[in-house]
């Protein structure tokens, strides 16, 4: 009986080894034909791009809304779509391919096409694959147009300068501030370190972006001991003022205007005025001269 049992365990095993293995195979085939699309597309080859679709398929042109049915009719629907658009490119991605029986898969993908002296446009895409003996063939696709991501990227470029690694440094401390892009150029972050001797003393980061309801540049920032606060910025020449306002550790109320001049691309100047805790006038901070690593 336990050799039975065994023998029985390896059947199912390697039955569903050989699925995978043909769904493995499936998969590729489908990815190798999405790439054939693509070639076709680029080569304006409207023949070759009609004999990746099922004899039967169903061809609607995104643009026009068009509907077309069977091989000879979609090779002259494309024909008249690449006679429209010389120059373009195609890309493709595929996110996901399911299959929904033996014969039948669903690819999901992104494309993007890029016509001459025009924005690119983009999508999103749905494609119903079947098989035909040993190659799948496109028989209905569906696409939407990815939705445009606002970027705040005009509004902030004039501090693209501040990118990078920078360091101010001295025999008892240094200070680092490291400044990059967020996704879609929406915010900058500038994380800073304060090292004194061997060790760090406080951390933090600073978000800089643009608020759209109030027309100007903020920032917020939050430190390691606790304090946090936000900012406006104003540009004046090649000097940034900063008003800041906020809450120390302890629940102080502080306020300071900073200066960040900048002398070029690699070096700038950072100094901080008109600092108050608790309506106490505090010392200016010196102005320090920092440099890009």
Not at 22 to 43: G, H, L, W
Not at 63 to 76: D, F, L, N, T
Request: aromatic share 8%; glycine share 8%; with cysteine.
């Amino acid at each position: 009986m336990l050799v039975a049992a065994a023998m029985a365990a390896w059947g199912l095993a390697s039955g569903a080894g050989a699925e995978t293995d043909r769904q493995a195979a499936d998969e590729a085939a489908i990815r190798k034909a999405v790439e054939a699309y693509v070639a076709a597309f680029n080569k304006g080859d409207a023949k070759a791009l009609a004999a990746l679709w099922s004899p039967a398929a169903v061809y609607t042109n995104p643009r026009s809304g068009v509907e077309v049915v069977g091989r000879e009719a979609i090779e002259k629907e494309f024909a008249a779509v690449l006679a429209g658009a010389e120059g373009a490119t195609l890309e493709a991605k595929t996110d996901s391919i399911q299959f929904i029986s033996p014969s039948v898969a669903v690819e999901h993908g992104t494309a993007r096409l890029a016509v001459p002296d025009a924005p690119p446009e983009e999508s999103e895409y749905a494609a119903i694959y079947i098989r035909s003996g040993d190659r799948w063939l496109l028989d209905r696709v569906t696409e939407e147009e990815t939705p445009a991501i606002p970027s705040h990227y005009e509004q902030l470029k004039e501090l693209e300068w501040l990118t990078g690694r920078w360091v101010d440094q001295d025999d008892e401390a240094t200070v680092v501030t490291e400044c990059g892009w967020t996704r879609n150029n929406n915010f900058l972050t500038r994380f800073f370190t304060v090292q004194i001797r061997d060790r760090i003393d406080m951390a933090g980061m600073q978000i800089v972006g643009w608020d759209p309801a109030a027309k100007q540049i903020r920032s917020w920032v939050f430190d390691s001991d606790g304090g946090f606060g936000q900012g406006t910025w104003k540009r004046k020449g090649n000097r940034w003022y900063i008003h800041q306002g906020g809450v120390l550790p302890g629940g102080r109320q502080s306020s300071s205007v900073n200066i960040i001049t900048r002398l070029d691309d690699e070096t700038c100047t950072i100094q901080s005025v008109n600092r108050m805790v608790d309506g106490e006038l505090l010392p200016d901070v010196e102005e320090v001269r920092i440099t890009k690593q």
